[in-house]
């Protein structure tokens, strides 16, 4: 009897819960006045819709192939489980919300999540007016400390929406998604501001074109997935993902980015002064800048623009602060440029991609060899028209320009194949983009290998080839180079033949993920050069070396991602303790030591980093004056496996640091 009575009062709760779960229907021929609970009953406007705050497993549905004037702003939050979606009812084509005239979002969503928005048209048609942004889908969170859960913004048109591009940094966007607040500097004694977060968003398969500025961009979400998303003719950048962890950027076909950033008659541009106050003129395809262990992988970029004041237009980009992430399996065809690697990033890497016609600078290198130490591996750089450049930028300044003995990238096992009138270049540039110089001549003074080791060069070079002491010169016989049209699987050409001189002639790199770039495996321990790697053609691999081998590759990684993380100087001060502030904690099983040794007598001060709780700040005991610190350093010695590193800090009046 009793579990009769328990099923029969479940049973009626679950009836309450899907009672409480509303569809309203949207119509032009509807009314206002409404219940909207039914197509008969259907509301009118998107004024009404801004009125109500919806509840969990709530459905908005507009009538499709109508239009509604204005702009939709969205109340209320749903859950993971239940949802509330804004999309479309009827087979007539999608609902449109055309803003017309309007400054703003045509679709806005403040602080809340649990929400779909699915198959809506968006437009406005209007142009561009000095002081009047347009954005399509714009979704904040700016509720200090809450946890925000679960977006999806799939299977939308947007399109001929026109926002300002000069003399503005907002970011005019088509779908938007970010947290944030007031990044307040603390009053004493009172805690700093705690950014919300917003977990588990996926932007798929929504279609963007003829927009000013930007396509997609996101903010500070974790569990990010930006996948199958199309997009043509963009005023400025096609995909940017900013502060994510693991995110997944996927699949997506970007046509006609970076058209207009960087023009000379922008309207409204007279404020701008190098990004500093006015309009960012720099712009890229598809990039990332403050994620760790994110992937762009399987994406197609065709036919950026560059005008004269944007340095950029590249295919792919790692941004500032980036660590560890991934890009593989693309394909990049006449952009001005395929990857463009900034300065202050980590160990980021990009392998078995394909990159055809690419033009202007195919590489852009503004990091420090040694220490950022990134990687470009198994790649295929094809050119048959024009100069490709392989572009080490030293800075805007040249009285400040950055030592070319550490400047680069690491080069191994790709395929450099310039056809045609095709060539590549080595260049040292200096300058801002409208005015750049260029210097062909300058080589580092390295060991050899230092940059370019174990690559395939087929093709002339301007100035003479790199010094590569491993360089396989020679024709790698593609089925069918020079052939890829539009889509990932135009691309078969770029596979070896069987009488190749680059099958299982390339070296073994650590952790080079398992498939190349047609979906073969990496598995039998004789790699080949390029995005190719023939099936059953090596003998079988020491599999139990290979593997020691990648241990080995992530301890010196973790090494010296620790060193990357220590400050570049510190504070002088009438101290009893010198506080150490790492940017990221120690990574599991790093050791060491730190060491100042005091002037006056001799002794060392040192701090055992096995044994201090906080891994990502200490102190070091010093118990000294201002003018005992000036000009001393502090040892640091670290250790991981058999690898360890060792280097100073110097105490400085203004001691150097990074971004």
Not at 604 to 610: E, K, W
Request: glycine share 10%; proline share 6%; hydrophobic share 35%.
């Amino acid at each position: 009897m009793k579990k009769i009575v328990l099923l029969t009062s479940l049973l009626l709760l679950a009836a309450g819960l899907h009672a409480q779960q509303k569809t309203y229907y949207v119509s032009p021929s509807g009314n206002d006045s409404a219940s909207g609970l039914s197509v008969k009953d259907a509301w009118k406007s998107i004024d009404k819709i801004n009125t109500v705050t919806f509840q969990p497993g709530d459905k908005i549905l507009l009538e499709s192939g109508k239009t509604f004037p204005g702009k939709i702003v969205l109340k209320g939050s749903g859950t993971p489980e239940n949802p509330i979606r804004l999309s479309s009812y009827g087979v007539a084509g999608r609902p449109v919300i055309d803003m017309g005239r309007e400054e703003g979002n045509a679709i806005t969503l403040t602080d809340a999540s649990g929400w779909e928005i699915i198959g809506l048209e968006i437009t406005s048609g209007y142009p561009p007016e000095v002081g009047v942004g347009r954005s399509g889908i714009v979704v904040n969170a700016t509720g200090e400390g809450v946890a925000y859960k679960y977006l999806v913004i799939k299977d939308n048109y947007i399109h001929d929406v026109w926002g300002q591009m000069g003399g503005t940094r907002s970011r005019n966007t088509a779908i938007a998604v970010s947290v944030g607040g007031p990044r307040r500097r603390p009053e004493p004694g009172q805690p700093a501001f705690v950014p919300p977060t917003f977990d588990d968003v996926l932007i798929e398969g929504n279609r963007i074109e003829r927009f000013d500025k930007v396509g997609i961009s996101t903010g500070g979400l974790s569990n990010l997935k930006v996948r199958r998303n199309w997009m043509d003719n963009l005023g400025g950048d096609g995909i940017i993902v900013s502060g994510s962890y693991r995110a997944i950027i996927e699949f997506n076909e970007i046509h006609r980015s970076c058209m207009r950033s960087g023009t000379l008659d922008l309207p409204g541009d007279t404020a701008w002064n190098e990004g500093k106050d006015g309009w960012w003129p720099h712009t890229a395809a598809c990039w990332i800048i403050r994620c760790e262990e994110t992937i762009m992988q399987f994406n197609e970029v065709y036919d950026t623009g560059r005008q004269i004041r944007n340095g950029d237009g590249f295919a792919y980009d790692f941004d500032f602060y980036c660590k560890n992430c991934l890009c593989q399996y693309n394909y990049s065809k006449e952009n001005h440029g395929f990857l463009l690697l900034m300065y202050d990033i980590f160990q980021n890497t990009a392998r078995y991609n394909i990159s055809e016609n690419d033009k202007t600078h195919l590489v852009q290198m503004q990091g420090s060899l040694k220490n950022d130490s990134n990687f470009l591996y198994n790649n295929v750089f094809y050119v048959d028209h024009g100069t490709l450049d392989l572009d080490f930028f030293r800075g805007d300044f040249a009285d400040r320009a950055k030592d070319v003995n550490d400047l680069g990238a690491h080069f191994y096992n790709n395929i450099f194949y310039a056809a045609g009138q095709g060539r590549f270049r080595w260049e040292y540039s200096t300058g801002f983009a409208w005015d750049r110089s260029f210097d062909s001549k300058t080589r580092p003074t390295l060991p050899a290998g230092s940059i370019f080791l174990h690559n395939c060069y087929f093709g002339p070079w301007l100035d003479g080839m790199p010094d590569d002491p491993e360089a396989l010169v020679a024709d790698p016989k593609f089925v069918a180079p020079g052939t890829g049209g539009t889509g990932l699987g135009t691309l078969l050409g770029y596979m070896l033949r069987p009488d190749s001189p680059c099958i299982n002639t390339g070296m073994y790199v650590p952790n080079a993920g398992c498939r190349d770039f047609f979906g073969n495996p990496l598995e039998d321990g004789h790699p080949d050069f390029g995005a190719y790697e023939a099936v059953g053609s090596g003998l079988f691999a020491d599999k139990a070396d290979l593997a020691q081998q990648d241990r080995d590759a992530s301890d010196a990684s973790s090494v010296a991602w620790s060193k990357w993380c220590f400050p570049l100087g510190l504070p002088v001060s009438d101290v009893k303790a010198v506080p150490v502030r790492l940017y990221r904690p120690l990574e599991e099983g790093v050791t060491g030591t730190v060491t100042w040794v005091n002037p006056k007598n001799g002794k060392p001060v040192v701090v055992d980093l096995a044994k201090i709780k906080d891994r990502g700040n200490f102190t070091l005991p010093v118990k000294s004056d201002k003018e005992t610190l000036l000009g001393t350093t502090v040892k640091v010695d670290l250790k991981k496996g058999k690898f360890t590193e060792s280097f100073e800090i110097p105490f400085a009046e203004k001691p150097a640091t990074r971004r």
